[in-house]
């Protein structure tokens, strides 16, 4: 029942995701964050399976800083996304970790990027994506309205119409998204879309 | 769908069934064995079996825990299952790791009381390395990194780690799959739907602390009474500033009574002697 989608605008990128942390037929939390700040410009939405998504994200945040103190210059986003799938691929015969993950990132020279890593270690450089049962109906959303250079008004005008449509039409939808971006200023939370009120 | 009924009565097997429910007169008045439809589906006993299957593994057990204004609240019952068969109503489901953490345990029972230990041994440890406290954030998130490395072999542990250090009161639920969350209130356990019904409803932050353990004793109450594989004896501690007290320990039979007393029926009618004719 997790739902991650983003898309690259003009000048950014936007990610997009819920926030429930589920167990069974239980919610154990509504707020939790699953959109992580991998540097200063970089995003990582990840969903999947509790443990793997909170261990496997903070081991490539980690190596990703540890990157950067040992070089002085931090890692592009192509080079994360090449890492983060080098890691999933080696892992995914022994012990593989279940987490889909989209990252985001803003390079001075390139712009914003996406990347679509899913389980088994695909790689793709995207303009949009989804993952979870939400993609259903995000992706087919966002192919209709998504247009190159949007601008940002636009883009969280789209993302808020996959929420309005995941929220009225997946059974079991999570009542909470937590919307980040990534531009030239660095990565940062944009906004939550709350209708369930946690303390 | 018939459901074949031949094996009830066997002395009616030679008898074909249509003529069964009519007894013929002067002609062979003996009932074959009855059958009845049943509606035309794909599983028709196993509609519900879904529903059930889902919560039936799920630790047996109700334990709870809740931050608010003057700490943490940790409450749990103290019945063992096996199954359907109950081994102990008097099993300590709240561990004390040290004088100011507490650890709650759902799952396996050895499980949850090695790794506590374990976490225990591992806090002491740092104190002495680095002349401090271990925070509950640090605490957790060791715990939390042993069970990921142990993850798809078995172990099955459903844990929070409550706990006050420099920061205020703090509260984290740890799980045998690598979970980990930081939260203000949590219930782990086959009751803890029913124990969050009521806690959810009834919590406010500004409680006092008799308050706030009555709230937790009637959640950890309505859960046993609902749910087989929780039950026994309802502990509540609290955790402030000083380090953990246990603040009771009442047997949920005696509080049934306490919040359910028996009340005495009007008598309806009374049989009297009939008077001596």
Redesign the interface.
Known sequence: MECVFGLVGDGFAVVAADSSAVHSILVHKSDEDKVMLLDSHKLLGASGEAGDRAQFTEYIQKNVHLYQFRNGIPLTTAAAANFTRGELATALRKNPYSVNILLAGYDKDIGPSLYYIDYIATLHKIEKGAFGYGSYFCLSMMDRHYHSGMSLEEAIDLVDKCIMEIRSRLVIAPPNFVIKIVDKDGAREYAWRKSIKSD | MKLDATALDSSAALIPSSAALIPSVGGDGVFAAPSFDLPSCDDFDGFQKNAKE??KH?KGTTTLAFIFKEGVIVAADSRASMGGYISSQSVKKIIEINPYMLGTMAGGAADCQFWHRNLGIKCRLHELANKRRISVTGASKLL??I??SY??MGLSIGTMIAGWDEKGPGLY?V?S?????K????SVGSG??YA?GVLDNG?R?DMSVEEAAELARRAIYHATFRDGASGGVVSVYHVGPDGWKKLSGDDVGELHYKYYPVQTTPVEQEMAEAPAA
């Not at chain 2, 799959?177 to 969350?181: I, Q, V, W």
């Not at chain 2, 939260?183 to 949590?186: A, D, Q, S, T, V």
């Open positions: 889902t919560l799920a939390a990194n069970l990921f993850r798809g639920y799980d799959e690598g979970g980990r969350l939260g203000n209130r949590f803890s739907p969050y919590y932050f």
